[in-house]
């Protein structure tokens, strides 16, 4: 059974950082792509960023470039995403999600809650 597990959500003021963490289970990752999508009450889901399991690709949302850092541990089947220059809205709950193609995410994980405050 493959899971997927966020952590690292928490409460902080705008301008400060987070880092998230995903780690997967239940199958082998490699080929595979991972991405951080977000959603906030209210809104559709957003794309943030997505790596391939090499670590040798990543794109990002335009909302977060140059901002957001994706970075994965194949070793330890975990992906990051490194949050800097928070702003109030990037107050979301976020999602990992993982998939054989950057269009055909197959699992999700639960999630994990950021805030930030103003």
């Known amino acids: 059974q493959v899971q997927l597990a966020e952590s690292g959500g928490g409460l902080v003021q705008a301008g400060g950082s987070l880092r998230l963490s995903c780690a997967g289970s239940?199958?082998?990752?490699?080929?595979?792509?991972m991405a951080w999508f977000r959603q906030a009450p209210g809104k559709v889901r957003e794309f943030v960023a997505v790596?391939?399991?090499?670590?040798?690709?990543?794109f990002y949302g335009d909302s977060v470039k140059d901002r957001f850092t994706i970075s994965i541990d194949n070793a330890q089947n975990t992906v990051y995403l490194q949050m800097g220059s928070l702003k109030p809205e990037d107050t979301a709950r976020y999602h990992c999600a993982t998939g054989p193609d950057m269009t055909d995410y197959k699992y999700w994980g639960q999630g994990t809650q950021v805030t930030v405050s103003s």
């Open positions: 790596i391939n399991w090499s670590g040798t690709a990543t």
């Open positions: 239940g199958r082998s990752f490699s080929r595979y792509y």
